[in-house]
């Protein structure tokens, strides 16, 4: 705790021995060939650091946050910053634009009001120079505070929320830090509503005060979700490491039972890589009406669910593949992670073709986590495998955006979908999932079951977050994989990975002995390639499939469909076309901006594909032993 404290003054004492260190051996190096000159200014400058050491020391910035609510029938936090040891007659404040694990520009700004920077009692000037970003011009002033409101009424993993009963943040979208200090050590002291007891944070309390933590650094603070009020909390211990769930909202649950199936969730996850890199862990979880989501943090995660999530499957089990993904994190993303994603810019955008790798391969191990925990079968397991294939092959946009793009693009297309989204993208959590398996299926039969993609991963830990402290570019990922398959790879990486490829899925599944059956192959399902919505009435085009009937023939988003061959639509596209065969022609009347047209459209057979695995007949003795393997079976 002492070490916190210090942190301010240490730091730049260690910058100045750091330049000292480069300078000192500098000045022996060239006093035979350089002369007495040389020698003279190499110490003078030597000099001049020692003597503008302690200047530096007063000078570093000290940061102290306050949070408040006091109003929370109004969803206000108001924030106090209080900055001393500037130096500076201007000092930028920023308020991040996004927050890691969510990669879209969110405007955190946008809720900021009331803002005010004094010194001394006395107010001061500011600009506001962009859109999040505010310039205070302090003069001589060296200690300002800055105080402002943040409007906080989004239950959202990755916002703010305040009410009467209990707040929630992300710390990116309600505090500001100064500009170009992201390394400052900080206080933050909260203070709650009375009555409120709870407080759940991976920050550390700075003393005996509940309340007020310290925290190292920005990065530290952005990485760690605040939840307070009067909620539950249950603590487990799991990898030899405290684990505590922050329980918000009314649920029925069973305590005991959740924490066993936490515990062993956890424990399989922490298993692939082997080391546990967390000195604490904490879930918070707020059980909403309907919805789910998820935020990963350095050590502890947001979740989102459904208040009956606990009551049976498949919703429980889909609640349990929320914790694993967002627990997987911790290695995968947070430790494990390609070169773009840390350090942050919170500024802007952080471009990176691998979300495909940092989102979808924890979303094929979120499932894959479950069943090395026994807590789905393996015939459950091979359901949601063969589910994850279908929605891959069945979205147009598969053959249209590889999943490299799809990583890149995530900041202007994931996060803003609209009706054509699935003909032009593709979701890089299900194909990088899907690929993962794959890839996980190609390591093991290159090595006889040896190696697996768990060991990409663990290279990965050891080589650039422990021994090289970064993160990893592209073409490391690639030959990480190839390292451990023992073989090259690099057709796999560019028809499947950086081009749109279909691959031969059976000829991966063969490798541990299962097969794959299209159970629509032989179905004659006529098909017009339109989504719906009945509302209030009216039957609405939603989406239109790319090369399908209502594509080719005419049939817009946002028509109103009449009726079908003179039958008058009643609220259900699919009961129009009961009884339809393919090739059958039809007759669509519609409402297109308040005008009345009729469509001749023909019916073509649906496409659509719905994929069934089982075991292989005639699987040899070896790829039955690779299915144990990879399954975790004893058949």
Do not use: C
């Not at 890149?408 to 690929?435: C, H, L, M, Q």
């Amino acid at each position: 705790m002492l070490a916190q404290f210090m942190a301010p003054v240490l730091y730049p004492i260690k910058t100045k021995f750091q330049q000292l260190k480069y300078l000192l051996p500098a000045a022996f190096k060239y006093t035979g060939s350089k002369g007495s000159a040389t020698v003279g200014f190499m110490f003078s400058a030597v000099l001049f650091l020692f003597l503008t050491m302690s200047h530096t020391i007063s000078a570093k910035p000290v940061l102290r946050y306050t949070l408040s609510v006091t109003e929370p029938h109004s969803h206000y936090f108001d924030v106090e910053m209080r900055l001393s040891g500037l130096s500076a007659a201007e000092t930028d404040i920023n308020m991040a634009v996004w927050t890691p694990g969510s990669y879209l520009v969110r405007e955190y700004a946008k809720n900021v009001e009331a803002f005010k920077a004094e010194s001394a009692g006395a107010a001061l000037p500011f600009d506001k120079i962009n859109k999040h970003t505010w310039r205070i011009k302090n003069g001589k002033a060296t200690e300002i505070v800055i105080s402002y409101k943040v409007y906080a009424f989004e239950l959202t993993v990755r916002n703010a929320y305040v009410d009467a009963v209990h707040a929630y943040l992300n710390p990116a979208s309600v505090l500001m830090y100064p500009a170009g200090l992201t390394d400052l050590p900080s206080t933050l002291t909260i203070r709650p509503l009375a009555g409120w007891k709870v407080i759940s944070t991976p920050l550390k309390p700075a003393g005996a005060d509940k309340w007020t933590f310290s925290v190292p650094d920005w990065d530290t603070m952005v990485d760690s979700p605040i939840e307070m009020g009067n909620h539950t909390v249950l603590n487990f211990t799991s990898s030899g490491v405290e684990h505590k769930v922050a329980m918000f909202g009314d649920a029925v649950y069973d305590a005991e039972k959740l924490k066993r199936d936490m515990k062993l969730t956890t424990e399989a996850a922490a298993s692939i890589v082997g080391e546990h890199p967390s000195p604490d862990y904490t879930f918070i979880i707020h059980n909403i009406p309907n919805g789910s989501g998820g935020l990963e943090h350095k050590n502890a995660s947001t979740l989102q669910t459904s208040r009956f999530s606990y009551s049976g499957e498949p919703a429980y089990t889909g609640f349990l593949g929320l914790v694993a993904h967002e627990y997987f994190h911790l290695w995968n993303v947070k430790r494990i992670r390609p070169k773009a994603l840390g350090p942050f810019d919170y500024q802007n955008e952080n471009y990176t073709h691998m979300l495909w790798v940092s989102e979808g391969l924890t979303a094929y191990y979120d499932d894959f986590i479950l069943r090395r925990a026994n807590l789905i079968s393996p015939d459950k397991y091979l359901e949601i495998v063969a589910s994850n294939i279908g929605s891959v092959e069945n979205t147009p946009g598969n053959r249209v955006q590889a999943v490299s793009e799809a990583s890149w693009d995530a900041w202007i297309k994931f996060y803003r979908p609209n009706e054509n989204s699935n003909n032009a993208s593709v979701s890089y959590y299900t194909k990088g999932a899907v690929i993962g398996m794959l890839l996980d299926l190609e390591i093991m039969n290159a090595t006889a079951g040896q190696k697996s993609l768990d060991d990409v991963l663990r290279y990965l830990y050891a080589e650039y977050y422990k021994k090289q402290k970064r993160g990893f570019t592209d073409s490391e990922f690639q030959q990480a994989v190839e390292k451990e398959a023992g073989k090259p790879l690099s057709d796999f990486f560019a028809k499947y990975v950086n081009g749109t490829e279909t691959p031969d899925y059976k000829k991966y599944l063969a490798y541990v002995g299962l097969d794959m059956l299209n159970t629509n192959e032989s179905r004659q399902d006529a098909w017009i390639g339109a989504g719906s919505r009945a509302d209030a009435g009216r039957l609405t085009v939603t989406s239109v499939s790319r090369n399908s009937p209502a594509w080719t023939q005419g049939l817009y988003v946002n028509d109103e469909i009449i009726a079908v061959d003179n039958v008058r639509a009643a609220g259900d596209l699919g009961q129009l076309l009961a009884g339809k065969k393919p090739g059958d022609k039809i007759k669509v009347l519609i409402s297109r901006g308040g005008f009345i047209e009729t469509l001749d459209i023909t019916l073509a057979r649906n496409p659509n594909v719905n994929f069934r695995i089982s075991n292989a007949s005639g699987a040899t003795a070896e790829q039955v032993a690779l299915r144990k393997k990879w399954l975790r079976t004893a058949e």
